[in-house]
């Protein structure tokens, strides 16, 4: 998970929250980052009010942005599974997954007191018409 992870992560979340009250820019929710991961080129991505801004800092996701999402009770070395039921559920309903985004819901210090590690799975999918054909009706066993 290290090298899917953004090199650096605190320091660039402080960065990206400095250059969005730069930019005077309002945050949808304060303070959620999602991860998105990637071998080598990881980013974090903050979801921002209806907004223009001419930035080069700002982008935008592609629209309509279909994401399946999964609350994840524990830590990154216990998403294996997880990502597994995500990744199977999916392709069951006939969709390609594609990019994962990662957002942690609660810190490493203050966890323990609010009942574990907390992990919001975001998992953005495309409709896929040959998964979509090999799909086996509701009903027929195997």
């Given amino acids: 998970m290290l090298l899917h992870m953004p090199i650096g992560y605190d320091a660039q979340l402080h960065r990206q929250q400095g250059n969005i009250d730069r930019l005077g820019l309002k945050e949808k929710w304060p303070g959620l980052a999602l991860v998105r991961t990637g071998m080598f080129r990881g980013t974090l991505i903050r979801l921002l009010?209806?907004?223009?801004?001419?930035?080069?800092?700002v982008g935008w996701l592609p629209r309509p942005y279909q994401v399946y999402a999964w609350l994840h009770h524990g830590n990154?070395?216990?998403?294996?599974?997880?990502?597994?039921?995500?990744?199977?559920?999916?392709?069951?309903?006939g969709k390609m997954p594609r990019e994962l985004l990662l957002g942690h819901l609660t810190c490493t210090r203050c966890a323990e007191a609010r009942g574990g590690e907390k992990i919001l799975l975001l998992r953005h999918w495309r409709e896929s018409k040959t998964l979509a054909k090999r799909r086996r009706p509701a009903g027929q066993g195997s």
């Avoid at 009010?49 to 800092?57: A, D, R």
């Avoid at 990154?76 to 309903?93: H, M, V, Y």
């Fill in 49 to 57: 009010e209806n907004t223009q801004s001419p930035s080069h800092l």
């Fill in 76 to 93: 990154l070395g216990s998403l294996r599974p997880a990502l597994r039921d995500i990744q199977s559920r999916l392709l069951d309903a």
